[in-house]
């Protein structure tokens, strides 16, 4: 699919909020095989909202509406179909309250206004979500920059969630983009940022640096687990 394209996935036609909002259980975005692709671009909103709220009762009390069991894999996220030149959602991917246990995959995130991924609190926070082998604020082959403009993870309120893995296999490449590579904020708790290479090109050879900060711990954020990355070659530290 081409979402917010023109057909020929090379010009912005961007809905005016999200090109795919996520509010239940069990969906594929995208598949196994680079030809399983969408491309999610030029939209108002994220390339991809995923949002769990609550359902309130009368005369009271509530519940929350989980968001779990999605797979987002092999799409295209704020660029065009080469995977090369930039078409900004507002973010790439957004999670606001409980989504939870989705899985999010080698997509190329990358070129949005904002944030390529971006966790915020909801009555709860994004919790135990996983992502693996994602290209975020690089181009498609992992070599030049394609910047977010700002953030490239933003974890404003998120818990328990992973970026990369225990080996290089799961490893996220986290470079060029414009403010911090990953940035954990608020009371976040518990993620881990493993694995990964930050600041660098997919070789690791070569610098290909976030402009500030490669990873930023601030506010009250508290045991959160950063081991065995590449962070090198970033404009701070």
Do not use: C
Not at 86 to 100: A, K, L
Not at 220 to 230: D, E
């Amino acid at each position: 699919n081409y979402i917010g394209v023109d057909p020929t996935g090379k010009l912005d036609w961007g809905n005016g909020g999200p090109g795919i909002n996520i509010v239940n259980d069990n969906n594929i975005i995208g598949g196994p095989n680079p030809n399983d692709k969408n491309i999610i671009s030029g939209n108002g909103g994220s390339g991809i909202e995923m949002f769990g709220g609550f359902t309130i009762f009368f005369p009271g009390g509530s519940k929350p509406n989980y968001v779990q069991g999605n797979v987002i894999e092999n799409n295209y996220i704020g660029t065009d179909y080469t995977g090369t030149v930039r078409i900004p959602n507002h973010s790439g991917i957004s999670m606001q309250g409980n989504v939870d246990s989705n899985f999010v995959r080698k997509n190329l995130i990358s070129g949005n206004q904002h944030h390529g991924v971006w966790m915020q609190l909801f009555g709860n926070s994004p919790t135990r979500n996983v992502f693996t082998n994602n290209f975020i604020g690089t181009d498609i082959y992992g070599t030049q920059s394609l910047s977010n403009n700002d953030r490239g993870i933003y974890i404003l309120s998120g818990s328990n969630n992973i970026f990369g893995g225990l080996t290089i296999s799961d490893q996220n490449l986290i470079s060029g983009n414009i403010g911090p590579g990953v940035w954990i904020s608020g009371a976040s708790s518990g993620n881990k940022i493993m694995s990964n290479k930050i600041g660098t090109e997919l070789s690791g050879y070569f610098p290909l640096p976030n402009t500030v900060d490669g990873v930023l711990i601030d506010q009250a954020a508290f045991n959160n687990v950063i081991q065995w990355n590449l962070i090198s070659g970033n404009g701070r530290n």
